[in-house]
C-alpha cells in the first residue's frame, strides 16, 4: 500500500516561496498514478493545487498557476510543491496525494504551513 | 466560490438514509464520469469513498453510493450510523486545463 509523508517548513514568511516535499513509499513514484498537492485552509474545504505525472507533465489550478511549480525526483522516491509570494491566505494544511482517474486514493497525514512574520 | 456547489449541511437520524448532491456544469460533472467523495471526520486526511462516479474503493461499507444525472452528482449514505458523522467533499475531473475540481463540502450530522 502506498504511503505518503510531506515535509517542510511550518512558518513562511510574508512573500517568500512555500516548499514542501512529499516522500512516497511503498510504491513507484514510476507508476501510472498523478501525484498531487491539495491543501485545505483551517476551518475550510479541500482545494487542489497541482499534480504531476512520472513522465514528468504537470497540471495546476488555474488560479494558482502563476506561483506554482511542481516537480519529480524520480532518485528519492518524491515529489515537491513550491509556491511562491505567498500571503496569509495561503496559511492551510497542504496534502499531497496520488490519484487516478481524477481519483484521490493515498493521502499523507498533511502539514500545516503558516504564512506569518 | 468553490467550483462545484455542495449543500453545507445535511442530517439524519441513524438508520435513515440522507443524499448529499453536488452540482457542476457540463464541463466537468456533465462531461465526464470522473465524480469522487471524500469522507473527512475532524481533524484527520481525507478519505475516498466513491470513484468513477459509482464504484467503491475496498473497505468502504456498501452503505455509501454514489450516482450521477446531468451536470449533479449524488452521494447516498443508506443506514446512517453514528460515525458516518464528517465532512464530504465532491470531486470532478474538469478537463485539461482544471483537472480537478472540489465542491464546497458538505458537513453531515447524525442525530
Known amino acids: 500500500q502506498v504511503q505518503l509523508q510531506e515535509s517542510g517548513p511550518g512558518l513562511v514568511k510574508p512573500s517568500g516561496t512555500l516548499s514542501l516535499t512529499c516522500a512516497v513509499s511503498g510504491g513507484s513514484i514510476s507508476s501510472s498514478n498523478w501525484w498531487n498537492w491539495v491543501r485545505q485552509p483551517p476551518g475550510k474545504g479541500l482545494e487542489w493545487i497541482g499534480e504531476i505525472h512520472h513522465s514528468g507533465s504537470t497540471n495546476y489550478n488555474p488560479s494558482l498557476k502563476s506561483r506554482v511549480t511542481i516537480s519529480l525526483d524520480k532518485s528519492k522516491n518524491q515529489f515537491s510543491l513550491k509556491l511562491s509570494s505567498v500571503t496569509a491566505a495561503d496559511t492551510a494544511v497542504y496534502y499531497c496525494a496520488s490519484s487516478r482517474s481524477a481519483a484521490h486514493d493515498y493521502w499523507g497525514q498533511g502539514t500545516l504551513v503558516t504564512v506569518s512574520s | ?111
Open chain 2, 1 to 111: 466560490q468553490s467550483a462545484l456547489t455542495q449543500p453545507p449541511s445535511a442530517s439524519g437520524s441513524p438508520g435513515q438514509s440522507v443524499t448529499i448532491s453536488c452540482t457542476g456544469t457540463s464541463s466537468d460533472i456533465g462531461g465526464y464520469n470522473y465524480v469522487s467523495w471524500y469522507q473527512q471526520h475532524p481533524g484527520k486526511v481525507p478519505k475516498l469513498m466513491i470513484y468513477e462516479v459509482t464504484k467503491r474503493p475496498s473497505g468502504v461499507p456498501d452503505r455509501f453510493s454514489g450516482s450521477k444525472s446531468g451536470n449533479t452528482a449524488s452521494l447516498t449514505v443508506s443506514g446512517l450510523q453514528p460515525e458516518d458523522e464528517a465532512d464530504y467533499y465532491c470531486s470532478s475531473y474538469a478537463g485539461s486545463n482544471n483537472p480537478v475540481v472540489f465542491g464546497g463540502g458538505t458537513k453531515l450530522t447524525v442525530l
